[in-house]
Antibody, heavy 120, light 107 residues
Framework: EVQLLESGGGLVQPGGSLRVSCAAS????????MTWVRQAPGKGLEWVSF????????YYADSVKGRFTISRDNSKNTLYLQMDSLRAEDTALYYC?????????????WGQGTLVTVSS | EIVMTQSPATLSVSPGERATLSCRAS??????LAWYQQKPGQAPRLLIY???TRATGIPARFSGSGSGTEFTLTISSLQSEDFAFYYC?????????FGGGTKVEIK
């Protein structure tokens, strides 16, 4: 059974940093691209970042480019999102999601999310 | 950036009736369009990809159509478990983008 478990969310001050993680199980992690999608309270879905199977290909939404860094450790079956220079508008539930293939950009399994709150 | 526009924002439908949801892209996305369902307090679930292919385990009452810039998700006979939010997502160009969503509520 595919499982994605996010962790690391919490309350952080504007300008601060946070790293969220996503532990994957139930599939061959290194064979699938992964992505982060966020959802602000009461709002819709916003794609944040994507990483290829090996980690050498990464993409970002303009809203986070230069501030967020996606990475993965295939030996630990874990996906990461390093978030720096956080802003109030980054407050959201952050989901990790598994690509349906090596790089289809279609997401067939999602975690339950980790909440990031940026506030003073 | 490709802007995805969904309509209506809210759709009120009686159980057993048909629901038709629309998604429009600001430029062509070919057939690189997916639909997701999200219920309150839950993660999104993939329904449709390639504009018209149902994901594994998705009931046949869900169907997708369209290409280019105009897409439709149809739920042929609404069941109680179908009342939820629905989002389209294009994957033709970076950055990936979602529509703003349609809420399907009980009439």
């Amino acid at each position: 059974e595919v499982q994605l478990l996010e962790s690391g969310g919490g309350l952080v001050q504007p300008g601060g940093s946070l790293r969220v993680s996503c532990a994957a199980s139930g599939f061959t992690f290194s064979s699938y691209a992964m992505t982060w999608v966020r959802q602000a309270p009461g709002k819709g879905l916003e794609w944040v970042s994507f990483i290829s199977t090996s980690g050498d290909g990464t993409y970002y939404a303009d809203s986070v480019k230069g501030r967020f860094t996606i990475s993965r450790d295939n030996s630990k079956n874990t996906l990461y999102l390093q978030m720096d220079s956080l802003r109030a508008e980054d407050t959201a539930l952050y989901y990790c999601a598994k690509d349906a293939g090596s790089s289809f950009c279609i997401f067939d399994y999602w975690g339950q999310g980790t909440l990031v709150t940026v506030s003073s | 950036e490709i802007v995805m526009t969904q309509s209506p924002a809210t759709l009120s439908v009686s159980p057993g009736e048909r629901a038709t949801l629309s998604c429009r892209a600001s430029q062509t996305v070919s057939s690189n369009l997916a639909w997701y369902q999200q219920k309150p307090g839950q993660a999104p679930r993939l329904l449709i990809y390639g504009a018209s292919t149902r994901a594994t385990g998705i009931p046949a009452r869900f169907s997708g159509s369209g290409s280019g810039t105009e897409f439709t998700l149809t739920i042929s006979s609404l069941q109680s478990e179908d009342f939820a939010f629905y989002y389209c997502q294009q994957y033709n160009n970076w950055p990936l983008t979602f529509g703003g969503g349609t809420k399907v509520e009980i009439k």
